[in-house]
Nanobody
């Protein structure tokens, strides 16, 4: 099994910053891609940022220039969130595409439990 554990959420005023962390553990050979998704009140879950094992990144337009995704060479990914806005309020979830073994042809997708980010005016 693979577990993803997020941390770093909380309450912050608009214009402030937060840094989310996600650590993957368990039966992992390698991780092809890690990403952060968020689901705000009454909204669908959307991808916020993603990073591949090679370091390529992708962001949703609404966070470009404010959020930065990064990862180490093991199983941890971070999301640095600056200039936060009330619209960023959501449950943020970590996602990982994992090769379980050396012989895996494809990846398995896993999710963390989510961490609440609330941005007040």
């Amino acid at each position: 099994q693979v577990q993803l554990v997020e941390s770093g959420g909380g309450l912050v005023q608009a214009g402030g910053s937060l840094r989310l962390s996600c650590v993957a553990s368990g039966s992992i050979f390698s991780i092809a891609r890690m990403a952060w998704f968020r689901q705000g009140p009454g909204k669908e879950r959307v991808m916020v940022a993603a990073i591949t094992s090679g370091g390529a990144t992708d962001y949703v337009d609404s966070v470009k220039g404010r959020f930065t995704i990064s990862r180490d060479n093991k199983n941890t990914v971070w999301l640095q969130m600056n200039s936060l806005k009330p619209d960023d309020t959501a449950v943020y979830s970590c996602n990982a595409a994992v090769y379980r073994t050396h012989f895996s042809i494809g990846t398995n997708t896993y999710w963390g439990q989510g961490t609440q980010v609330t941005v007040s005016l």
